[in-house]
């Protein structure tokens, strides 16, 4: 996998927009950014992915900067059940099937 | 429903023992997925199989082995020759657009 790069954790109130980012400067022009989530003791669960334009689905949103060096993962309004670990990852080449989860954000919403 | 299924949730093993961890998936996915998770730690790779009968290592392979009879099924057996196999282990399969779905995950605990 190519290196991406999230700050280690962050707080968000409860109802607010939680917008987490990541960096993925050495990103190549057919690659796609996948984001996923941990919540405690389960399996990740897939959240959404991008090539260059911005995406949304019954999630999140996913927001890629124009150089694509960069995105952030929008959750629209943040509920105590998104408390979880968000991982950004940018596998390579489609098809790779090298998928390494770094050590992500801890995101904790607070009431 | 569609999805991956684990079994079971929990394992515990004697050492020196073998055991099977189970995984089912009625996605109609072609590639699944085998990766282990210590406390703290991301996802490692450990092995995986793009189509039935045909399997291949992934970075800790050292240990386990699987077999690939059937699409729907992607049993880990963890051998006696895993020295640390106390663990999370989580089986994926892999969607249209290169995404991945995690089963819930069973919990191997060696006493």
């Known amino acids: 996998d190519a290196k991406t790069t999230q700050p280690t954790s962050m707080d968000c109130a409860e109802g607010r927009a939680a917008n987490l980012p990541c960096n993925h400067s050495?990103?190549?022009?057919?690659?796609?950014v996948y984001w996923y989530r941990q919540i405690h003791s389960q399996g990740p669960q897939y959240i959404i992915h991008g090539l260059k334009n911005n995406e949304t689905n019954e999630m999140a949103s996913l927001i890629i900067t124009e150089d694509r060096k960069s995105s952030t993962l929008i959750l629209p309004h943040a509920t105590l059940r998104d408390t979880a670990v968000y991982y950004c990852?940018?596998?390579?080449?489609?098809?790779?099937?090298?998928?390494?989860f770094g050590t992500g954000t801890r995101l904790t919403i607070i009431p | 429903d569609g999805g991956i299924t684990q079994s079971p949730k929990y394992l515990f093993r004697k050492e020196g023992q073998n055991v099977t961890l189970s995984c089912e998936q009625n996605?109609?996915?072609?590639?699944m997925y085998w990766y282990r998770q210590d406390p703290g730690q991301g996802l490692r790779l450990i092995y995986y199989s793009q189509i039935v009968n045909d399997f291949q290592k992934g970075d800790i392979a050292e240990g386990y082995s699987v077999s690939r009879e059937k699409k729907e099924s992607f049993p880990l057996t963890v051998t006696s020759a895993q020295k640390n196999p106390t663990a999370f282990y989580l089986c994926a399969s892999r969607g249209t657009w290169n995404e991945q779905f995690f089963g819930p995950g069973t919990r191997l605990t060696v006493l």
């Open positions: 050495t990103i190549s022009g057919n690659e796609y």
């Open positions: 990852i940018n596998p390579g080449g489609f098809g790779n099937e090298k998928l390494t």
């Open positions: 996605l109609n996915h072609d590639a």
